[in-house]
């Protein structure tokens, strides 16, 4: 991949980058990145993007999500959730995340929730994974 700024919420196919595992608390994110071969995903199997975060160039005007000169997606999520940033969780993509580049620190607080659904084709159509809540004692 070239120096260009990232979508963190790529396809699953060779030439993406493994940024992530989702899990019941969100993403498990993968630091460095890796790179995604034709034998990762044949062996992923269906549904890659709804169990891996991957990322891959961002196409800007290609894309679209793409509104008003910036990613859309994420001030949308961002208006949706509400939250905001203390401390981001590491990332092996951040210096180069479309994302992070428009939205700083409050952006990586959201990202563990975005879930990419490829079955859409454009606009992406999102769903939040929602951490599970532990609870303690009987009730």
């Known amino acids: ?14 030439g993406a980058l493994l940024v992530g595992i989702h899990t019941p608390d969100g993403v498990g994110y993968v630091d460095p990145a890796l790179p995604v071969d034709a034998e990762f995903v044949a062996t992923a199997g269906t549904e890659i993007e709804q169990r891996f975060r991957f990322a891959e160039r961002c196409v800007e005007r290609a ?6 000169g910036e990613c859309g ?15 981001p969780p590491a990332c092996g993509i951040r210096s180069r995340c479309r994302w992070f580049a428009q939205r700083g620190a ?34």
């Open 1 to 14: 991949m070239t120096d260009a700024l990232l979508c963190p919420s790529g396809r699953g196919r060779p």
């Open 106 to 139: 409050d952006a990586c607080a959201v990202c563990p929730y975005v879930v990419t659904d490829a079955r859409a084709l454009a606009p992406i159509e999102l769903t939040f994974a929602v951490p599970a809540t532990r609870t303690t004692g009987s009730q």
């Open 73 to 87: 997606l994420i001030g949308a999520v961002l208006h949706q959730e509400r939250r905001r940033a203390s401390e």
């Open 63 to 68: 894309c679209g999500q793409w509104a008003s």
